[in-house]
């Protein structure tokens, strides 16, 4: 079956058997397959203020509204959720073949699987964690003779025993640290190190060789490119290579300026793209390169390649694959959908289904590669191992007056599509349903929420509009001290 739009996907998935579940630990970022699978279900660990919205579009399982109480913060996967008993007896009820959804794939997960009967819509876990090291990375870059940033990956030993000024005359006086045995993204175990000072605070912090309750092996050192932080999200498919088009990230947003990693994950922002077609043409080839590599090894599906573009946009460094569905999902097919297009997770669940179809890929590429416009925000705790009441902020569609000096809730909204104009935007993917309680959380990276806006949301050096930081302000303030 040709798959030309929405409609041809229905048509395939309805003549699938079985039940589709999404696995996340927050409900949205699974909430794609709704548009096209009927029925479908998703399973989450947290209790956030926007599971009634979601429940419009399917079934939902959350742990914490059947637990009556918060579950874990730190290292708690998808694996530990589908372990827990409450999450099986529930799974349990639903039909045979069971198709699940998941971010990425654990060992752990597998064997549960193989004993519950599940299908998981993922690579294989061995596959997964080797392609994700950056060991492998580097060796990728240099066996397929793409442009590589100075640096090299060192024994941990190595901060101990040298100097700034070792690394200055190595490097570069900026520099780069990044922790492999850290596995998390959006930053998590990266550092900057613009002085002697930056330095020993990092010597100061790795002094027992831990970050993040992780035992460390090694460091990666490279020298800082000043440059556009950017993605591109393929899709591996029996068919070829999908590609989205360049997406901007946005990167060390103002209020992460107190968190103690570099590098955080803030969100994205797509528009008509600044740099030249040549500069795309050097993220596409690259991109291809790369995705034919991992398709030889037996990769599938959805993986996401971070790019750094320098300012005169006359370079592109691959910097970091991603093999997982990555946090350009589901904001991205969001967009797509709007344009009538068919998303990439579509191709991503027919790649590990015994389904045929077809699709002409270079027709598709053509409408991935159409700029959409759009953009979102992600906010954290930020004051990680503190009590913490957060006061609870509903899920929706939220406008700034005509004085842009307040701002009110207008109605329930989870899409692109309600935004009617720039003075509108809409608070997803949370915030957490605590109902007022004091809770301790340790993770400053815990995600409160995520902010929808149909407009660039920043400039091109990465800094947030006016209007933008007013909301993250002003939703900052009603969750974290209840008051705006």
């Not at 798959?3 to 579940?21: A, K």
Request: aromatic share 10%; glycine share 8%.
């Amino acid at each position: 079956m040709l798959l030309r739009n929405l409609n041809d996907v229905r048509e395939l998935f309805d003549s699938v058997n079985g039940t589709f579940v999404g696995v996340g630990m927050t409900a949205f970022p699974r909430i794609i397959p709704a548009y096209f699978i009927r029925p479908y279900c998703i399973v989450a660990l947290r209790k956030t203020r926007d599971l009634k919205l979601i429940r419009k579009m399917g079934r939902l399982f959350c742990l914490e509204e059947e637990t009556g109480g918060p579950i874990g913060d730190t290292g708690y996967t998808s694996a530990h959720l589908l372990a827990h008993s409450s999450v099986q007896k529930f799974l349990r009820t639903l039909p045979y073949p069971k198709y699940l959804l998941l971010y990425q794939n654990y060992p752990e997960l597998e064997s549960l699987a193989k004993n519950e009967g599940w299908v998981l819509l993922a690579n294989r876990a061995s596959l997964r964690m080797r392609v994700g090291v950056r060991t492998f990375f580097k060796k990728l870059l240099s066996d397929l003779h793409l442009p590589m940033i100075p640096g090299a990956i060192y024994p941990i030993e190595v901060i101990h025993v040298r100097e700034y000024k070792d690394w200055n005359e190595t490097v570069g006086p900026r520099f780069v640290v990044q922790l492999p045995e850290i596995s998390q993204g959006g930053g998590k175990g990266t550092f900057f190190i613009y002085s002697r000072s930056d330095y020993q605070m990092l010597r100061e912090r790795l002094k027992h060789n831990t970050w993040r309750g992780v035992n460390l092996k090694s460091v990666s050192i490279h020298l800082h490119v000043d440059g556009i932080p950017v993605s591109m999200a393929l899709c591996l498919t029996r068919h070829g290579v999908l590609f989205s088009g360049v997406q901007r990230q946005l990167i060390d947003l103002p209020y992460c300026r107190d968190l103690s990693e570099d590098g955080v994950f803030c969100g994205h922002v797509w528009e008509k793209p600044p740099w030249p077609s040549t500069t795309a043409e050097q993220v596409r080839t690259q991109a291809q390169v790369i995705g034919d590599y991992l398709a030889a090894l037996g990769y599938k599906g959805i993986v996401g390649i971070d790019f750094l573009i320098n300012k005169s946009y006359e370079r592109v460094f691959p910097v970091e694959i991603n093999p997982r569905l990555t946090g350009v999902f589901p904001m991205l097919s969001l967009l797509h959908i709007e344009k009538r297009v068919v998303p990439l997770e579509v191709f991503h669940i027919l790649e590990f289904l015994n389904v045929p179809y077809e699709v002409n890929i270079d027709e598709l590429n053509a409408r991935y590669a159409e700029p959409v416009t759009g953009s979102h925000v992600l906010l954290f705790l930020l004051s990680g191992g503190k009590d913490c009441a957060m006061k609870e902020l509903g899920a929706g569609l939220y406008q700034f007056d005509s004085c842009e000096e307040k701002i009110s809730f207008v109605r329930g909204a989870i899409d692109y599509g309600k935004i009617e104009n720039d003075k509108q935007f809409i608070i997803i993917d949370g915030p957490p349903a605590m109902g007022g309680e004091v809770v301790q959380i340790s993770d400053p990276h815990y995600r409160l929420c995520r902010l929808l806006f149909s407009y660039p949301v920043a400039d091109d050096d990465g800094v947030l509009s006016s209007r933008g930081l007013k909301a993250v302000e002003w939703v900052y303030r009603k969750i974290i001290r209840g008051t705006a």
